[in-house]
């Protein structure tokens, strides 16, 4: 009987030493997307088109856990332009795609290993801006 209650008590200490095998949960969408990012290719309707010293940021600030602001800031010829806001975007996890970004329902852009992609239409024409996180 003694051997049966020290079998009881060792297996329940085993048990209840054991640490909790979950990992830590992965950080908030908002989180992992915010920052500055720097334009480094510009493509209007699918053609590479040159910054020719233009330098054009995208910075992404943590609203809520899967919202951000965002502002775009654009320096020509040494010239700051004013900021144009760019709204509150909507974050969705795409799995092994990265983050993806929606402006309402539409997307409208993404994020994957601190490269950021948007494309627009804008007067009639498909814009796309890739940027790498500073």
């Known amino acids: 009987m003694k051997k049966i209650f020290l079998i009881l008590f060792?297996?329940?200490?085993f048990f209840a030493c054991e640490k909790d095998k979950d990992k830590d949960p992965a950080p908030e969408l908002a989180a992992q997307v915010a920052g500055t990012y720097k334009v480094t290719e510009l493509n209007v309707d699918g053609v590479k088109t040159p910054l020719n010293g233009a330098v054009i940021t995208v910075q992404l600030d943590k609203f809520s856990?899967?919202?951000v602001t965002a502002k775009m800031k654009?320096?020509?010829d040494g010239v700051s332009e004013p900021d144009e806001d760019l709204g509150t975007l909507n974050l969705?996890?795409?799995g092994s795609t990265g983050i993806d970004i929606y402006e309402g329902?539409?997307?409208v852009g993404s994020v994957k290993s601190n490269k950021l992609n948007i494309f627009v239409v804008f007067e009639n024409q498909e814009i796309e801006m890739i940027a790498d996180k500073q």
């Open 10 to 13: 060792l297996s329940t200490l």
């Open 65 to 67: 856990a899967e919202v």
């Open 74 to 76: 654009a320096k020509i």
């Open 92 to 94: 969705k996890n795409s």
């Open 105 to 107: 329902t539409e997307k």
